[in-house]
Each structure stands twice: as C-alpha cells, then as structure tokens.
C-alpha cells in the first residue's frame, strides 16, 4: 500500500510540473511571437502546448506571419515540436475589383514606386480620408495599408482609393481602427 502512495504522489508530481513547464512554454512562445514586429497585433495567434508540444491557432494576418509564427515557436527554447492549425485571415473589408483602372490595350502597368506614390498623393487630397496617417507599400503590385484610421469608413474609403489606381493587383488591409 505504501508503494501505490509513493507512486500516486510522485505522479502527482511530475503531472504538476509537466502543467507548469507548459505553461511556461506557453508563455515564451507567446512573448518570442509578439516581440517580432513583423507579426502585427491584426494576427489573433494562440498558443497552447502540451508538454514541449506547440499547437499555434487562430489567423495570422498574412502567409509570411503565419510562417514566422511557426519558426519562431520552433525556435522557442523547450519546444520540441510545432502543430500549425492557424489560418490566413483574408481582408475584413471587401474592396471592388479593379476592373477599370488600366483599360486601355497596351496600357504600361506602372511599377511599385509609381503605384505607392499615386496612392499616397490620393490618400492626402481625397476629403475621406484627410488626416489620416497611412503607410503605403507596394510590391508587385499587391498594396499594403498600414496605420490607425478614426473609423470603419475611413478604412474602407482608403482600401478602395487603393483598390482603384491603375496597375494595383490586390490590396492588403493591415489598418487599424482607433478605439478611444
């Protein structure tokens, strides 16, 4: 009888410190994760483990976050391995297709620099969006938004301002709407 005591409480134990180490993965994984700024606060990425186990879940806002969320929890000290369940969030704002921008046959598509520089000249002139401070970029014709925005119409009026400049492909919402 003794033995099953000394057995239950040194499984107790280890089930204990198993719980804890776990946790404590758990939170290195999260700080490793929200230290990177190329994950921006528009990825919802949650963390669980079970013992050195990692299952991140949730959206990442992009591929290229949700595989930096992978390596870095790879990379996070006691992890031993990495279960990837997130999904890319798609943009919360449906913008219109391009359909007219560049309607002409034969039309030279603009490169990036022409693109981003078009789209920030709009974005000061254009009364719905006046003051608002709006990163751009673009690369290959996909535009980024970035920045904090006063309201939801701000936001969608700014996507589609981008949306409807010649040689944009796709916009990517990376905007955020002030709270206060």
């Known amino acids: 009888m003794r033995k099953v005591s000394v057995l239950l409480v040194v499984a ?26 190329s994950i921006t606060s528009a990825s919802q990425i ?12 949730g959206t990442a806002e992009s591929a290229f976050a949700k595989e930096l969320a992978v390596e870095i929890a790879k990379k996070t000290e006691g992890v031993s391995a990495v279960v990837d369940k997130m999904v890319v969030r798609e943009p919360q704002q449906a913008v219109m297709p391009n359909t007219g921008a ?37 690369r290959l014709g996909v535009v980024t938004l970035s920045g904090t925005v006063k309201s939801e119409s701000v936001k969608r009026d700014a996507m589609q301002i981008a949306q409807d400049t010649p040689g944009v492909e796709k916009v990517e919402d990376q905007l955020t709407v002030k709270t206060s």
């Not at 804890?20 to 994760?33: C, F, G, R, T, Y």
């Open 102 to 138: 560049s309607s002409e046959p034969g039309a030279a598509v603009p490169d990036d620099a022409t693109i981003t520089s078009t789209i920030q000249s709009k974005l000061q002139t254009d009364q719905r969006v006046a003051g608002a401070k709006i990163e751009v970029e673009t």
């Open 12 to 37: 107790a134990i280890a089930l204990t410190l198993a719980c804890e180490s776990s946790a404590d993965l758990v939170a290195k994984v999260k700080s490793e994760i929200s230290n990177d700024r």
């Open 46 to 57: 949650d963390v669980s483990a079970k013992g050195r186990i990692v299952t991140l879940t």
